[in-house]
């Protein structure tokens, strides 16, 4: 697989299921050593500490810890203490939920689980939020809420999002680009520009041009499914 993604960019990995986009997310994140190949990274960062952040498919909080807790944790584990109260409350006020630092797991619902997971990862400033299909298990409305509200963060903090998910729709409503991958083994089988504008809206998801792209991508993971003849 070789893939290039530039500074800022918001990027999908779109494909059959068990063709590696976790799995190129977890060696993105140096969580697995590639069998082969490697990671390259710019000159001018390859000798720091990699700023990465990373958002499971489950929150994965731990159930007895408050929000506030959960989200303090990379900066424990970092030792980066200093700080630590202000880039938490800066974290939970970016996903909507500094009204929710001393609530329990178990209190939240699906979506706001996830928002905390999402502070989690943003609370170390890392400048690569890598995304593993976070919004699969959520209903459709909350899903497409917290689509924008990435939208917005991403726009805002000036982050580069790699974003794995089996949806489409979903990965045509927020990316710049959509890498379709083959099945195991997985490959590049094409690379998908979405020349739409942002901020993208219910105006863009009812659109015309949304319903292109969605064709043309659609098209495009069918014949990397081989689900077609066509080359």
Same mark, same amino acid.
Request: glycine fraction near 6%; charged fraction near 25%; aromatic fraction near 8%.
């Given at each position: ?24 997310? %977890? ?23 990699? %700023? ?28 980066l203490e200093a700080d630590a109260q202000a880039r938490v409350e800066a974290a939970l006020a970016r996903v909507g939920l500094s009204g929710f630092a001393a609530s329990y797991p178990r209190e939240l619902s699906g979506g706001m689980k996830m928002r905390a997971s999402i502070a989690r990862a943003l609370v170390t400033e890392p400048k690569l939020l890598l995304m593993d299909e976070p919004f699969a298990a959520l209903d459709e409305i909350t ?89």
């Amino acid at each position: 697989m070789s893939l290039n993604v530039w500074p800022g960019e918001f990027v999908s990995l779109l494909g059959p299921s068990g063709c590696g986009k976790s799995t190129a997310l %977890r060696i993105i994140a140096g969580l697995t050593e590639p069998t082969n190949g490697r990671v390259e990274w710019p000159a001018a960062e390859a000798a720091i500490p990699r %700023r990465i952040g990373f958002v499971f498919q489950e929150p994965t909080l731990m159930p007895w810890a408050t929000v506030e807790g959960n989200v303090r944790l990379p900066l424990r584990l970092a030792g980066l203490e200093a700080d630590a109260q202000a880039r938490v409350e800066a974290a939970l006020a970016r996903v909507g939920l500094s009204g929710f630092a001393a609530s329990y797991p178990r209190e939240l619902s699906g979506g706001m689980k996830m928002r905390a997971s999402i502070a989690r990862a943003l609370v170390t400033e890392p400048k690569l939020l890598l995304m593993d299909e976070p919004f699969a298990a959520l209903d459709e409305i909350t899903r497409f809420r917290l689509n924008n509200d990435l939208l917005a963060l991403w726009q805002s903090l000036d982050k580069t999002v790699v974003f794995v998910t089996h949806s489409v729709f979903e990965s045509v409503y927020l990316s710049q680009r959509i890498v379709v991958m083959t099945r195991r083994p997985g490959r590049v089988f094409a690379e998908l520009a979405i020349d739409a504008p942002y901020p993208r809206d219910e105006r863009f998801r009812t659109s015309s041009d949304y319903a292109a792209h969605c064709r043309r991508v659609s098209d495009a993971l069918a014949r990397a499914s081989g689900a077609t003849d066509e080359p």
